[in-house]
């Protein structure tokens, strides 16, 4: 069974930076792309950004396109979510999960999450 462990997470002023990690162990899912997911208060979880297996593809949610980055090291199994200008907004539990576009693999597992808190 794959799995995850998010970490990075933590309280930034509105317009910092910081650059979230997502380590993946055990079986994993041959060739599986990672996506990131997020879920704020009182909202359901949604998504942010994907990276295909190679990192050559990656697609972002509009809400943080020109503002995050997706990236992977295959050599250290890591997926990265560089996050640049946060917003108030982005405040919420940040995921990441084996991805088939812009939803979760039926087969992957969710780490426990990384909270991310943007203060206005």
């Known amino acids: 069974q794959v799995r995850m462990a998010e970490s990075g997470g933590g309280l930034v002023q509105a317009g910092g930076s910081m650059r979230l990690s997502c380590a993946t162990s055990g079986r994993t899912i041959s060739n599986a792309a990672t996506g990131w997911f997020r879920q704020g208060p009182g909202k359901e979880r949604e998504f942010v950004a994907a990276i295909n297996w190679r990192g050559t593809l990656m697609d972002y949610a509009d809400s943080v396109k020109g503002r995050f980055t997706i990236s992977r090291d295959n050599a250290k199994n890591t997926v990265y979510l560089q996050m640049n200008t946060l917003k108030p907004e982005d405040t919420a539990v940040y995921y990441c999960?084996?991805?088939?576009?812009?939803?979760?693999?039926?087969?992957?597992?969710w780490g426990q999450g990384t909270q991310v808190t943007v203060s206005s």
């Open positions: 999960a084996a991805s088939i576009g812009r939803r979760p693999h039926p087969e992957g597992t």
